[in-house]
């Protein structure tokens, strides 16, 4: 594969992973948006999701925190109420492109419970669209249930080889891939039980990427933290937390990958930011580490805006907020 050019990879590696900076999860497919504001009485129209981006991609100054955004099919075609595409108005602010090109969950055929992501089919024309309105990197998420069955070896080395293939196409097109393999909150394990999982999900992934000869120096890691479940009796603290993703991490991520970022997965806003800000306490690491979280920076924000032109301004104040403590977490400083 030595058509693909590494130092163009590696530069939008080093732009996406800079000290202090995220990259913001803003991908979150229709259903998945819908949902969100289906709980705030928000309209579920494609002019209310257009708005409620423009609040967060247009925020002034949020250049300050994040290096990159993560955009869902329908949001890298928008533009601002000025008619100003999106992509134009990040590129400004120096915010790198990014899109989400998997196609979401689909049931693992003769596993109960256990899923696969779809989106392999025809994915090179649409990495190579996306490329042409601005996107620098991609995003595919897997995901794994921890239970007493799951998750499987066989939808480990199944979802492993999808996100494999998705990382070549990418890099083939000079896109970095965000490879998110997700090991889900939900569940009453303890921390053992998901620092097991992790590991086996971590390293079945990397079996992959090295058969398939991906450049892990061309690639980001987008992975979940290491947590008691969320119905856990006794869940383990921040500290903990630090410790054994850490731990994790150093063990199954071979140090020449681009950068490890992680999602929040469900955690509240404040629980997400003081796990990473104890995982940051732990550097320097092989790699550098960055949050790219959703719901942990997105969620006070759109509660207070709720759809109302009047709350723009709050709701802002209520995101960066948000992004100033990760950009501190991102140091080990809150
Ligand atoms: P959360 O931070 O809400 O988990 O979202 C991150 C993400 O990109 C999920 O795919």
């Known amino acids: 594969m030595d058509h693909i050019e590494i130092e163009k990879l590696k530069s939008t590696v080093s732009k996406m992973m800079i000290d202090g900076k995220g990259v913001l999860a803003a991908d979150e497919s229709t259903k998945s948006c819908n949902a969100r504001f289906q709980s705030l009485g928000i309209p579920e129209t494609e002019e209310e999701r257009r708005r409620w981006r423009e609040l967060l991609l247009c925020a002034p100054g949020m250049e300050e925190y994040v290096s990159g955004v993560i955009l869902y099919d329908e949001t890298i075609r928008q533009s601002d109420s000025d008619g100003k595409l999106f992509t134009e108005i990040l590129k400004e602010?120096?915010?790198?492109?990014?899109?989400?090109?998997d196609e979401g969950l689909q049931d693992y055929i003769g596993h109960t419970g256990e899923t696969v992501t779809m989106g392999l089919n025809g994915l090179p024309a649409r990495v190579q669209e996306y490329k042409s309105l601005g996107a620098t990197f991609a995003k595919w998420r897997a995901a794994f249930k921890i239970s007493e069955f799951t998750p499987t070896d066989d939808a480990i080395r199944e979802n492993a080889?999808?996100?494999?293939?998705?990382?070549?196409?990418?890099?083939?097109?000079?896109?970095?891939?965000?490879?998110?393999?997700?090991v889900l909150l939900d569940g009453t394990h303890d921390i053992e039980k998901a620092k097991e999982v992790t590991t086996k999900v971590l390293k079945g992934l990397f079996e992959s990427l090295a058969k398939h000869h991906?450049?892990?120096?061309?690639?980001?890691?987008k992975t979940s933290m290491v947590l008691s479940g969320k119905d856990s009796e006794n869940r383990a603290d921040a500290k903990t937390v630090g410790e054994y993703t850490v731990n994790v991490l150093k063990e199954c991520v071979p140090?020449?990958?681009?950068?490890?970022?992680?999602?929040?997965?469900?955690?509240?806003?404040?629980e997400a930011t003081e796990n990473f800000n104890e995982i940051a306490k732990h550097e320097p690491l092989p790699w550098k580490i960055a949050f790219s979280f959703s719901r942990a920076i997105q969620n006070d924000a759109l509660a207070t805006w709720a759809g109302k032109s009047s709350n723009i301004d709050l709701a802002r104040e209520a995101y960066m907020e948000r992004l100033k403590n990760n950009s501190l977490a991102d140091k080990g400083l809150l």
């Open 161 to 182: 080889e999808l996100l494999a293939r998705y990382a070549v196409i990418c890099q083939e097109h000079d896109i970095v891939p965000m490879v998110e393999p997700e």
């Open 255 to 270: 140090a020449e990958v681009g950068g490890v970022v992680f999602l929040s997965g469900g955690q509240t806003p404040d």
């Open 214 to 221: 991906v450049h892990l120096d061309g690639l980001i890691l």
């Open 93 to 101: 602010k120096g915010v790198l492109i990014g899109i989400k090109v």
